[in-house]
């Protein structure tokens, strides 16, 4: 996981170029308030909604035919996603950011140890469930239809 949210947050980010002093001021920005992963749209803070987090998902647990996501056997733990899920690959990103924090990369050991509880009180695993229902995360990244909404009325193409 650690080395897809390297390889994302380069991709992403574009922290391969630039200098020191901008590469610190992006990561700073992307790390302040959990930047990262959330918009503000419409003068709402909407989470979950940067390709960044999906992106990674995607690669980690359904890119391929033998991906956790897409077998029999462990689907079931990525479809619907679990809360869980999205705050790994929200931790795995927030480490990948943080190698770069002084401006030039220095390796971060991506750990249990390291990461415990860093998004407890957070909103990020707050929202989380909110988040993954509301914005249906789990068919953007599998290419499911999203549920219809509540009621049974299907929304108008």
Same mark, same amino acid.
């Given at each position: 996981?650690?080395?897809?949210?390297?390889?994302?947050?380069?991709?992403?980010?574009?922290?391969?170029?630039?200098?020191?002093?901008?590469?610190?001021?992006?990561?700073?920005?992307?790390?302040?308030?959990?930047?990262?992963?959330?918009?503000?749209?419409?003068?709402?803070?909407?989470?979950?909604?940067?390709?960044?987090?999906?992106?990674?998902?995607?690669?980690? =647990?359904?890119?391929?035919?033998?991906?956790?996501?897409?077998?029999?056997?462990?689907?079931q733990y990525f479809?619907? +996603?679990?809360?869980?899920?999205?705050?790994?690959?929200?931790?795995?990103?927030?480490?990948? +950011?943080?190698?770069?924090?002084?401006?030039?990369?220095?390796?971060?050991?991506?750990?249990?140890?390291?990461?415990?509880?860093?998004?407890?009180?957070?909103?990020?695993?707050? =929202?989380?469930?909110?988040?993954?229902?509301?914005?249906?995360?789990?068919?953007?990244?599998?290419?499911?239809?999203?549920?219809?909404?509540?009621?049974?009325?299907?929304?108008?193409?």
């Amino acid at each position: 996981m650690a080395d897809g949210a390297r390889r994302t947050v380069v991709r992403s980010y574009r922290l391969d170029v630039g200098s020191e002093t901008e590469l610190r001021i992006k990561v700073k920005e992307l790390l302040f308030d959990d930047a990262y992963l959330s918009k503000v749209i419409d003068d709402k803070k909407s989470w979950f909604t940067r390709m960044e987090v999906l992106d990674l998902i995607y690669h980690q =647990f359904f890119f391929t035919a033998n991906s956790l996501g897409r077998q029999p056997t462990t689907s079931q733990y990525f479809q619907p +996603l679990a809360p869980q899920t999205l705050a790994l690959a929200a931790a795995a990103i927030h480490c990948a +950011l943080s190698e770069y924090a002084s401006g030039k990369k220095a390796t971060v050991m991506f750990s249990q140890d390291e990461y415990r509880g860093t998004f407890g009180p957070s909103p990020v695993i707050n =929202f989380t469930q909110e988040a993954a229902t509301q914005s249906h995360i789990s068919g953007r990244i599998t290419g499911a239809p999203p549920p219809p909404p509540p009621g049974g009325a299907t929304p108008l193409e």
